[in-house]
């Protein structure tokens, strides 16, 4: 049935282009706008029917929200009097798409940090380093306005996301060492992208960096420590889910006594920055909570873990919808330099993430991890840091240009890697390439 709605979608895109085509030739904006957003949407649904186009759906999916955000910005900012760049909406999505990265984390992926030893430390220096540098320089190359270029810069000095761990098993390089990387650069996010971000981007837009530090936490590193509590249980000792049990009865208790007045004496009577820390105590106690009760759901319905990769692409093509409709403006007088530097950026962090491994001792696997784990950036934590800033149609429009490239140029560097398989010989640590033919 699936398969049938996706070849119909595949015409109507198809009798779409023609009917662009009419739209354009008789200046008729309205039916223009129309057309465009009709196609986009039948194409993002119809190229699933096409066998080797399927692996790029989510990425013509988020073409779609671009277009959308374009075509019918107002509509797509407002449902009533609500705005969709309501800081607190933001926040919530954005751990929701976090949360179903985590999923596909585990603490085991943690463990790995001390066994890749050379590379994870490789991998950190690399990623904090090569993307924020090369944000930077590309900003000082072309003159974007000041937040735009912030975003940038932003965008360089995220974690890498979850997309690099995709990219790196579809290319049968080193998934170990790709887990691990990812991990420690997310856990050392909350320090060096403030840090990045005030030393680089500081002339351009006010960076407070213990405010930033505290929103990295709370949008990145709470909602996978909830993915991770439910990875904990499933192979928890009683005397483990008693430990974690408690805690999350002081967290029930915790956050119900907030409301009846707990919050308002803490308000009156501790600093800002204490304030701050209790407010991640108490996204933490709500993250404890969250990984509980989503655990005990999994308990009745066992395929659940599948599906929340499917919650975090649907995040991060809401954050594209809007934040192209924020900045549809600033989009129409950059749009295509933004669109020319992200190819810049990305193929920087492909190219220095590979060849600077090899040049520190890395084998080719691990240097293929490497410009994956360099060259793909976590889009949704730079679009959640731009949302809570109350910058989305600024500062965030790098990722939402970005992202989209990145899935495209990460899938076909993937494949080609793949159909170039690397064999070790007689043990030596030398490598061919042994270039097959056939499809993976």
């Known amino acids: 049935m699936m398969l049938v709605i996706r070849k119909i979608c595949l015409v109507l895109a198809v009798l779409g282009l023609g009917l662009l085509l ?27 029917a096409i066998p080797f186009l399927r692996g790029y ?79 930077f320089a590309l900003t000082k190359v072309f003159h974007f306005d000041p937040e735009i270029a912030a975003g940038i810069i932003l965008l360089g000095s995220c974690s890498s996301g979850l997309a690099s761990n995709v990219m790196v098993y579809i290319a049968r390089a080193n998934l170990v060492l790709s887990v691990a990387v990812t991990a420690m650069t997310t ?30 936490i709370k949008i990145v590193i709470v909602p996978i420590g909830a993915a991770l509590i439910h990875d904990f249980l499933k192979t928890a000792t009683p005397r483990g889910r008693r430990n974690l049990y408690a805690a999350a009865s002081f967290a029930l208790i915790w956050l119900g006594a907030l409301p009846l007045g707990l919050w308002s004496w803490f308000a009156e009577s501790v600093s800002e920055a204490g304030l701050q820390s209790l407010e991640v105590l108490s996204f933490f106690a709500g993250a404890v ?61 492909y190219f220095f993430g590979y060849w600077l491994s ?40 790098a990722a939402a240009v970005f992202s989209p490239w990145m899935n495209i140029s990460g899938s076909i560097l993937a494949n080609y890697w793949r159909k170039r398989e690397i064999e070790k010989q007689n043990g030596e640590g030398s490598v061919t390439e042994n270039v097959k033919v056939q499809t993976p």
């Open 22 to 48: 009419v739209a354009w030739f008789t200046g008729s904006g309205e039916l223009l706008k129309a057309a465009a957003l009709g196609t986009a949407v039948a194409w993002a649904i119809g190229i699933g």
């Open 57 to 135: 759906q989510y990425t013509v999916w988020i073409a779609a929200a671009v277009v959308a955000g374009m075509t019918y910005p107002q509509s797509i900012l407002h449902i009533g009097d609500f705005d969709l760049r309501n800081k607190w909406l933001i926040l919530v999505v954005v751990q929701f798409v976090m949360f179903g990265m985590g999923i596909q984390m585990s603490l085991r992926d943690f463990s790995e940090l001390a066994t890749s030893g050379k590379g994870v430390l490789v991998g950190l220096c690399s990623h904090f380093t090569i993307m924020p540098l090369t944000g």
């Open 187 to 216: 856990l050392a996010a909350p320090f060096l992208t403030p840090f990045l971000m005030k030393i680089l981007a500081g002339t351009l837009i006010h960076i407070r960096f213990l405010d930033m530090m505290m929103e990295i």
């Open 289 to 349: 909570l969250v990984g509980l009760v989503y655990h005990l759901i999994t308990l009745s319905f066992k395929s659940l873990d599948r599906y929340m990769p499917y919650v975090s692409m649907f995040g991060i093509i809401y954050f594209t919808t809007v934040t192209t409709a924020a900045g549809r403006d600033n989009l129409m007088q950059v749009g295509f330099l933004l669109f020319f530097v992200s190819v810049v950026h990305n193929s920087a962090g």
């Open 358 to 397: 090899r040049l520190l001792g890395l084998d080719k696997a691990s240097a293929r991890t490497m410009a994956f784990e360099v060259g793909l950036q976590n889009g949704g934590m730079a679009s959640g840091l731009a949302g809570t800033m109350g910058k989305l149609g600024t500062v965030g429009l």
